[in-house]
């Protein structure tokens, strides 16, 4: 496990990120040394600030079930056409423009969450093939009727020629991140101002197990008491 000595090692984080590190369950022990040296040594960082009209509580179910988000993605057509499917402990995500990986929460608290995965880079606007495992930092508070926060990604090549290709490029690399989010996030605003004002139009659009996931996540009696 993570101790207060390989703590003082991390390059400087929020309070809620320090204190994750610290605190993972026994069962995530195997992959503390390699969580440690993706924050403490990545090959590329990226962070970005952003706002999302919506409640700490919506984020969160947001967050916590990636697997219906990413098929509601697939639902509105939304580009690109990600191909979302569940693995044993997360989710699989195949980018057709060349970019296939595996993503998993690896903590959580009210205000933040973390995500642990390993991704394939092989897309046109980045000129060269990589591998590379990744945490990605989730961080927010409530602000008035909406919420502001903080993503944080750092990312490590898994071999020395990965992280050689990594390091030609990383202004590319961070752009093309960037680019990303910014696109992604504008389109997943969309979806959760549906589920906000228009929950009933979006579970008719769904049938079998899919409308049964959303249900579960947004259940329509909730849903209906927020209204009133």
């Not at 991704?119 to 590379?132: I, L």
Request: hydrophobic share 40%; aromatic share 10%; glycine share 6%.
């Amino acid at each position: 496990m993570l101790n207060n000595a390989h703590c003082g090692k991390i390059r400087p984080l929020t309070i809620a990120a320090l204190i994750w590190l610290c605190t993972l369950p026994v069962s995530l022990q195997a992959d503390d040394a390699r969580i440690e040296e993706i924050i403490d040594s990545p090959t590329v960082s990226y962070q970005k600030a952003f706002v999302v009209d919506t409640t700490p509580k919506m984020w969160n179910r947001v967050l916590d079930h990636l697997y219906l988000i990413g098929r509601l993605w697939e639902i509105y057509r939304f580009q690109p056409a990600y191909q979302v499917t569940r693995t044993g402990s997360g989710i699989h995500v195949v980018d057709p423009s060349g970019i296939i990986g595996d993503v998993r929460q690896v903590g959580r608290s009210e205000f933040s969450r973390f995500f642990k995965g390993r991704a394939e880079f092989n897309h046109w606007a980045v000129p060269s093939f990589f591998t590379a495992d990744y945490v990605i930092i989730f961080e927010y508070a409530a602000e008035r009727n909406r919420l502001r926060g903080e993503v944080k990604i750092f990312m490590l090549g898994n071999n020395w020629l990965s992280r050689i290709a990594m390091k030609l490029f990383p202004g590319t690399l961070i752009r093309h991140i960037d680019n990303r989010f910014i696109h992604n996030l504008e389109d997943l605003k969309k979806i959760i101002r549906d589920i906000d004002d228009e929950p009933d139009k979006v579970r008719d659009g769904l049938t079998g197990p899919l409308r049964d996931d959303f249900n579960r996540v947004f259940p329509p009696t909730e849903i209906k008491q927020a209204e009133e």
